[in-house]
């Protein structure tokens, strides 16, 4: 089955999930079921900011309550209906940024990572 079968949606809905409960979810599969304390040095690292557990509450939430997280004791897990939508969205992400600097007529100064790796707010 093709990935963009597997998620039940009309043709063109993209699943409503942010770019935090994404990082929750991949962070979960590469370490295995987790407390969310657990997982706040993992995505401070990504993020390249403190995370802690508390602000990773309403996303543990949303996704709980949308049937991708469950809950085994402390520990969270992601559940089979979360797969479709974090691999496309995560395949999705990894072809914006790797075209980062393809746009026509562009020169390197469109570049979102430049600028922040230069210090400008945007």
Request: charge should be negative; charged fraction near 20%; aromatic fraction near 4%.
């Amino acid at each position: 089955m093709a990935l963009v079968e597997a998620i039940p949606a009309r043709p063109g809905a993209l699943p409503d999930m942010s770019v935090v409960e994404i990082a929750i979810i991949v962070a979960l599969l590469r370490r295995g079921p987790a407390p969310a304390d657990a997982l706040a040095p993992m995505l401070s690292d990504w993020f390249a900011q403190p995370v802690r557990s508390p602000d990773l509450a309403p996303s543990v939430g949303r996704m709980t309550g949308r049937g991708w997280l469950a809950r085994r004791g402390d520990r969270l897990e992601p559940t089979p209906a979360a797969y479709a939508p974090t691999q496309l969205l995560y395949a999705g992400f990894i072809r914006l940024l790797g075209r980062d600097g393809d746009a026509p007529g562009d020169d390197g100064q469109l570049s979102l990572l430049g600028e922040i790796g230069e210090g400008r707010d945007v």
